[in-house]
């Protein structure tokens, strides 16, 4: 065992706080890895304040890590240290279901192993996150972060660029079709940046007049304002895929209607039931699909970490020292960061006990 530092929640209510604890010994399949950043997810919060129930606590938070191997188990041939990786939302799964062997393990039968908040499947302990200053994980669920890409903006690619990313190639968005992304948040902008990078005509939906300019300079190429039903109606039936980013509850009924026949609605964002209603006629009438995605597998995770170092993009994120996390966490439920937040792990040295 290792001695780790970082930063845990010990109750809903006791905000972010220094911590040591330890890490595993090496399996033979394993890779240590010394945490340069980690982006900070708004699904973080959830799970310190137990808003969806199940935290254990202490909880360590982080699924968006990256850094450099310092270790490899026995029998890791494909990394070596000094290399450049990344970890995301998994460190396991079952390996052996079809889901498993086709590389989607987000879809594992037996349910992945998540970063943090999960147990592990050979020893049952509970799993720590990236907020912190190493982790130890199997050499399958690491990522080769490729050396075009600034290792701080990389780190969101692990769950909000691979979130966004993953349901675009899967629906096959290609030139000239026309994709609608709802939420200017950090999954609507990197949902902008893929479109566009991907070829498509972007229409970014958002209910302030504010956030039009944003939307343009992301790479827009169309903005409607989601409050303005004449702009909603110009909307109908133009668009052959929307990006729905929105974790919140919201009236899916006039997005459906922007789509034209055979298009499709892709929510990546809510997870709560669907209110209002939704009106099935919206999907029957015109042969519409109301679908959801989750994050992406492995190979796709390693896709779109090579996707962005080709094509220049980026997230735009905002550097944070971690003894400042819990007034960042406020921030992030305001919506006042633009658009993640990461954590220089550098700023863990001071908080050492």
């Avoid at 010990?10 to 040591?20: F, K, V, W």
């Avoid at 990078?197 to 300079?217: D, P």
């Avoid at 990006?243 to 009924?253: A, R, W």
């Amino acid at each position: 065992m290792s001695e780790a530092h970082g930063y845990a929640a010990r109750s809903p209510e006791s905000g972010l706080a220094p911590i040591n604890f330890e890490r595993r010994d090496l399996r033979a399949d394993d890779v240590a890895i010394e945490i340069d950043y980690c982006g900070v997810c708004h699904t973080d919060i959830h799970f310190v304040q137990n808003d969806w129930g199940g935290t254990i606590y202490p909880v360590v938070p982080g699924h968006e890590i990256v850094g450099r191997v310092t270790a490899v188990g026995s029998s890791v041939s494909n990394f070596q240290p000094g290399d450049r990786v990344g970890v995301g939302c998994m460190v396991d799964s079952c390996r052996e279901c079809s889901a498993c062997e086709q590389g989607l393990e987000q879809y594992c039968q037996e349910g992945p192993v998540v970063t943090y908040n999960g147990h592990d499947r050979h020893d049952g302990s509970v799993t720590f996150g990236g907020y912190s200053d190493s982790i130890v994980v199997s050499d399958r669920f690491v990522v080769r972060v490729p050396d075009q890409l600034d290792m701080a903006q990389a780190a969101p690619l692990l769950c909000a660029g691979i979130t966004t990313y993953s349901p675009l190639r899967h629906y096959g968005v290609k030139p000239g079709h026309k994709v609608g992304v709802v939420g200017m948040g950090g999954l609507g902008h990197m949902g902008i940046k893929f479109a566009k990078a991907l070829g498509a005509e972007v229409t970014m939906f958002t209910r302030s007049e504010s956030k039009a300019g944003e939307a343009r300079r992301q790479g827009a190429d169309h903005v409607v304002i989601s409050t303005d039903e004449d702009q909603m109606a110009n909307a109908a039936g133009t668009l052959d895929f929307i990006l729905d980013t929105v974790p919140v509850q919201h009236d899916l009924n006039p997005y459906l209607q922007a789509l034209t026949y055979d298009g499709t609605h892709i929510l990546v964002g809510l997870l709560e039931p669907v209110d209002p209603p939704l009106q099935a006629g919206a999907l029957v009438t015109q042969r519409r699909v109301l679908a959801g995605s989750l994050i992406g597998g492995m190979p796709e995770t390693q896709e779109v970490l090579d996707f962005c170092a080709e094509h220049g993009v980026t997230c735009d994120i905002e550097m944070l020292d971690i003894n400042n996390i819990n007034d960042a966490y406020e921030r992030v439920k305001r919506g006042d960061v633009k658009y993640r937040f990461v954590i220089d792990m550098a700023t863990l040295k001071s908080t050492a006990t």
